[in-house]
């Protein structure tokens, strides 16, 4: 209870003591985001640790060898992410479901194993120490990306472009038949799903002293896919809800000590069954929303027509 | 009247059968173009080749667009454009636009939602405007809304107390009407309905009538598919009839319903022979069926009183009563979408009537488990066979006698069935996916043999079959009849059900229509008027 105690009471305090927890919320609500985009355009993806990888290696190899600017390497990264995502979608964007998502998994520990093991530029499995961390300062970049981001997601949606994604992820054939050009559109969620993971794995580089090839694997995407499990996939907001929550539960359960692992689990296990939907559901926060809030979102509405 | 659609010798088939064999048709713009058949003959692929979710092998789908520019600028200023081998969302783009006999809804978003993502076409990219939505910018989405509603209104959807709703919380005929007008949010030339009255009551019918009228009236183009005649017959100018892939009639709807080949395709093969053979003879017996409602038997085996059962919002059976006595063939006949199948499906516990009585023996059918069910003596064949493809003969056999006790038994009776039926004992090793549909609908029987039932329901045995495969799954119908099963049989081939049952009903939109003797049933020209419409 000390955590919402101090979160409380004394916020400041609490932002100064839990830095590198509010950082890593951040990049996990990047990722989060990430997810999402793949999710609302019905894709079963896991691909997002390895474009993670992508950008968080290109951010740090610039860095070294590149006198370039930092953001313009973290920018470079994200960038990588996305081609080589169309690279990746090309073949792998025909399956789907479970089929989608074993070969995307194919592709991360592909990435991990087969690429970032047997490259010297990338320090092999000793991994890469960043020349330039800045564990605090790399976190205004992250604090202030999340909103602009989730708005930007959340407009997204609202788009041409998202109405499509909504209506191949509730059915394909419908969709074509409303001249919906599916593949088109699978692809471009791909790619911009792959530039945040990117985007997300650079700015996670610049509050580290390190990067291992092991933070890039399989349990990492694994992860990734809990957020959105358990906050929710119908709006943006949901996945970064589970993010949050997910990422500070360690944090909260902190005082169970040893049991850590085990409430953790319990309370992860307790929201699957309670909220199959995720915590945010249809209709926003059905848990913690006020009765007025349901009253006036579903209220009669006037012809918006005129 | 030019022409907007011409099919030129359209082939496809799939494996070794000819879904769609040489098929031409054209269909004049401005008019309702009726496509009927009986199941499976071919409509269904003949839309998707339409469409570009299927290509053709062969053959020419031409769409000629004179009179005014397509809907998406852009592509296909020319004449004419040849639509096969292009995908469904190009197809779309040249303004043909379908619905699906199987809704094909975006069932978790609103009706408006719908009707707006069906507008894909003629929104403009506006990633931009979308990012800094500020009044001005977003005249568009306003505009868009209100066509959408306008839409929604035309198919008879009030959009103040519709447009908020999702999609699967709509009503059967709701959810229909709904996805025409998201086909028409493409602004299509070509509107493709299939089956747009399956599963309807009438007086939902008679809407959809009015609608697709309507439409016409205000110089859209419909080819419709559905296989209620009284509708298609109604609102069509022309119509083309499919059998087995092949296109066996083609005219005006008067010409066609007349047409003894149709006649045949839709009562079965049996049709010319029948009335050859009695000549002289139907009035009479018209005359004696009228009078005689078939004689039930007086302590029935299965015994059914006023059946209703409902699909959420539909009512698929509506008051129901028959019996079948003890060593019987009784058989269901009717239209598609009549509601017999549902019929069999409340008998063996699949579903759950929402009132009514059915009993087998002592046992209350409504509210029996469906192995206690099957285990009293009951046991159903399904329609569409429903075999395991991926296990060999001999293995769905050995599944069939699952809930057997004597093992010893049961294997010889599986040994006994492979003597019995030499089709299933020849090819024991062999995968079921491996048969043919004939031999598949053998394999069902036998399987259903081995639960040992005294009353077995058979429904549509004889679906997507060859003629003399008809005849060979027949027999076999009779042979276990002639061992002491009876029988409770569904069928679509009227006149081959009508011979070997000794009994019959005729259901219609979930009624019973006419019952009598299958012999009197045969030549009763009712029966004719329930499949034709008339």
Redesign the interface.
Known sequence: MDFFVQLFTNPVGFYNSHELLIAQMGINAILAIAIFVTFYSGQLTLANAGFMAIGAYTTVIMNIYLPTPLPLDMLAGALLAGAVSVLVGLPVLRLRGVFLAIATIGFVEALRLGVILNIPITGEGQGLKNPTPDPLGGIVPILISVPILTY?VW??T????G??W??IR??E??????????PVYKMIAFIISAILAGYAGALETHINFFIDPLEYSVTRTIQILTFAVVGGTTNVIGPIVGAVFLTSLPEIVRQFAAYRDVVNGVILILVIIFRPQGIVGRGGLAIIAPRWWTRWRTRE?P???H | MSALLQLTDVNRSFGGVHAVDDVSLEIKEGTIFGLIGPNGAGKTTLVNLV???IRPQSGSIRLLTQSHPPP?AGEGRAAAVELARR???AV??LGV??T?QTL??????TAI?NV???M??R?????LQ??I?IPALLKED?RR??QA?ELLARVGLP??SFG?RRAATLSYGDQRRLEVA??L??NPHLLILDEPAAGMNPAEKDRVRALIQQLNQDGLTVLLIDHDMRLVMSVCHHIAVLNFGRKIADGPPATVSQDPTVITAYLGSQAQKTAAHVPGSEEMDVAATSTTVAAEPASPLLDVRDLQVSYGAIQAVRGVSFGVGKGEIVALIGANGAGKSTILNSLSGVLRPHSGVARFGELDLTTAPPDRIVRQGLVQVPEGREILARLTVRENLELGAWGRRDGRSAHRDIEGLMEQFPILGQRRDLLAGQLSGGEQQILAIARGLLAQPKLLLLDEPSLGLAPQMVDTVFEVIQRIHNDGVTILLVEQNALRALEIADRAYVVETGRILLSGTGAALRRNPEVQKAYLGG
Do not use: C, W
Not at chain 2, 123 to 127: A, F, M, S, V, Y
């Open positions: 930007m407009r997204l609202h788009t041409r472009l109405q499509a909504a209506a509730e059915d054939l419908a969709a074509s038949s409303n001249g919906i050009n599916v509405r012809a918006a027509a | 469409t570009g979710y998406h995908p469904p969302h779309a783009g636009a379908r699906f094909r809804l975006y069932r978790n978003l939602e707006l993502a069906g894909h076409l929104r403009r990219d506006d990633t979308q990012l939505p306003r809304l209100k509603r959009p103040d908020d998201r086909a949010a493409l």
